[in-house]
Structure formats: C-alpha cells, structure tokens
C-alpha cells in the first residue's frame, strides 16, 4: 500500500513509518502540520493515511479539518484517525458522507503492531476500524434513532462489533456464537436499516455508518 503519515511529533511519526515500512508497504509521504497534511493528501492520494487529530498551527483540530476537507475533494480517500482524543463534532462530519474508508483509534488503545497494520489495511480496502473507546464516546452524545431502536440487544452487540471492523467469524467467536448465526443476525439488522445492497461488503459499511451517525 501507499500510505501517508501526518503526525506532528517526530518520534511517534518516524516510528510509525519504520512500522509500515517493515510489514512491506511505502510511505509516500509525511506531514507535520495541518496544511501540510491537506497538500499532501490532495496531491499524492495515498491508499490510506494515517492522520492526528491535533497539529500545528493550533493544536486544536487542524488534521482531522485536513482529513474531511481532503475527502470532501477526492470522496472514499481511505483515512485512519489515529490520536489522544475524541473530537466528536468533526468525526460526526467525518463519517456523514457515507462513503466508508474511515478509521478512528486512541493511541493508548493500539496495542500490537498487527493490529495496527490490520487497521490500516481494512481502512484501505473501504472498509471501518473504530476503537470501541470512540464508539462509545461517538454514541453516548446522541439521542435514539428510530431505525436503530429496531435492533434487538443482541443486533446491537453484533453492529458494535461490526463498527469495530470484525468480521463474521470475529464476531461469533467474541459472542460465543456459529458464524451462520452472525450471519443471519446481520442479514436481520441489515433489514431492519433499510440497507438492501446487494454487495455485502457495502452492506456492512452502510449499516456501520448508520450506527455511528446516530444523531
């Protein structure tokens, strides 16, 4: 894959790029500032970044502003959030396009460097990896959603850890259920949002974003 790094300290985004070198993939290109980061994404459109939340010039928001201008120009360009806090209003707007290719981890919660190089390549592939810490975060700020009162508790748990980027035989093995199980609960669940596509992979990216977009 070719990947981009915006990180804005130096220690954490050298490592990063000597992590992602070693598992085969090329980065492309770093960034240090939130401009910097919005050039960068608009003129090399790597497969996936990886980009901070907070950078310079003000330290508040600039990469995750970087992130969704830069979507707004090139739709579905893959992004992981990697970063110390849960910006909420930005990351609502971040996931509202529907368009899939969205990641979002704590630093503290990334634990293995498999983990995050599977993050990255399921971001990459147009798929979701969220950090359960920010899903929680994301959907104790918003009311019910009509369609999502549907689900049954069990639904629930299968969408939470369907935003989580598990798959089916992920999913069953957490729950302690058949994957034929998983299968039917998401055939359900799908149902229930509305979600009719016919290729399953979409599916699983629409009935995610419905969850996360929770108003």
């Known amino acids: 894959?070719?990947?981009?790094?915006?990180?804005?300290?130096?220690?954490?985004?050298?490592?990063?790029?000597?992590?992602?070198?070693?598992?085969?993939h090329q980065v492309v290109a770093t960034a240090a500032t939130g401009p910097e980061t919005l050039h960068a994404l608009l003129t090399w459109r790597p497969d996936v970044a990886v980009v901070d939340v907070r950078m310079p010039p003000t330290q508040s928001d600039e990469g995750l502003r970087a992130a969704l201008a830069a979507r707004s120009e090139l739709p579905g360009l893959p992004v992981l959030i990697l970063s110390?806090?849960?910006e909420q209003l930005y990351a609502r707007e971040l996931l509202t396009d529907g368009a899939g290719g969205i990641g979002y981890f704590l630093k503290e919660s990334v634990f293995d460097a498999d983990q995050f190089i599977d993050a990255l390549e399921r971001v990459a592939a147009g798929g979701?990896?969220?950090?359960?810490?920010?899903?929680?975060?994301?959907?104790?700020?918003?009311?019910?959603?009509?369609?999502?009162?549907?689900?049954?508790?069990?639904?629930?748990?299968?969408?939470?850890?369907?935003?989580?980027?598990?798959?089916n035989q992920a999913i069953g093995q957490r729950l302690f259920l058949s994957e034929s199980a998983i299968s039917k609960y998401t055939t359900s669940l799908f149902g229930k949002l509305g979600i009719t596509d016919d290729d399953n992979n979409n599916r699983r990216v629409l009935a995610v974003l419905t969850y996360l977009n929770n108003p």
Do not use: F, N
């Open 1 to 24: 894959m070719r990947i981009l790094v915006a990180e804005d300290l130096y220690l954490l985004r050298d490592g990063m790029v000597r992590l992602i070198e070693a598992y085969g």
């Open 84 to 86: 110390q806090y849960v």
């Open 128 to 167: 979701t990896a969220m950090d359960p810490a920010v899903i929680a975060k994301l959907l104790s700020s918003g009311s019910s959603h009509r369609r999502l009162e549907r689900l049954t508790e069990r639904e629930h748990s299968v969408l939470g850890l369907m935003a989580e980027g598990l798959s």
